[in-house]
């Protein structure tokens, strides 16, 4: 069965974008995007809310058309356009390549979604995953903790999103660690 993996960048302060939706402090270098590009190639679909989504549409779609642009970029713009991706937005009429626009996140459709064939699927933007959060549908945690400090922003776990009205905790299990050259952590759980 394939598995929901919320996949992310935080600094190490637990943001995942500084004021104004800023994400300018990231790491990501030919080493880490690499990485990226490995993971997302065995990837069976990706699930994005509309921001995430428009976000990485505005620059993905044609990123290899640059012809300076590096081969690390060039290969995750094809998988982009290729791999299947779902898009939750209640607002949202239409997604291109290769996505389909559902309005709310029902637990029984992404059951459904996990029995189907195929490779695990990737879980990327804050709101999605913290409609995913409250239906309790993330599998496996691959976050990629940034050495820098932002002091505020968006957090990756806003606290109304991750506590539990009875107070279980819920504990995970570390799967994978990774240290990459740039200072950028893997951290990989699984529940």
């Not at 990837?43 to 081969?71: F, I, Q």
Request: aromatic share 8%; with cysteine.
């Amino acid at each position: 069965m394939r598995k929901i993996v919320l996949w992310m960048s935080v600094s190490l302060d637990g943001y995942i974008e500084g004021r104004d939706a800023d994400i300018s402090w990231h790491r990501v270098d030919d080493e880490l995007h690499r990485h990226f590009n490995e993971t997302a190639a065995a990837m069976g679909g990706m699930l994005h809310g509309r921001v995430m989504y428009e976000l990485m549409a505005a620059y993905w779609p044609t990123a290899d058309a640059d012809p300076e642009a590096p081969p690390v970029i060039a290969e995750f713009a094809r998988l982009w356009r290729e791999i299947p991706k779902i898009v939750y937005s209640r607002t949202l009429e239409r997604a291109d390549w290769n996505a389909t626009v559902v309005r709310e996140v029902v637990p029984e459709e992404v059951q459904a979604l996990k029995e189907q064939p195929g490779g695990d699927l990737c879980l990327g933007g804050a709101d999605i995953a913290a409609a995913f959060l409250r239906h309790d549908l993330i599998d496996e945690f691959r976050v990629y903790v940034h050495p820098v400090l932002i002091g505020s922003g968006r957090p990756l776990f806003p606290q109304a999103e991750t506590a539990d009205p009875a107070g279980t905790l819920k504990s995970l299990r570390l799967i994978e660690t990774r240290t990459f050259g740039n200072g950028v952590v893997l951290l990989h759980y699984e529940r």
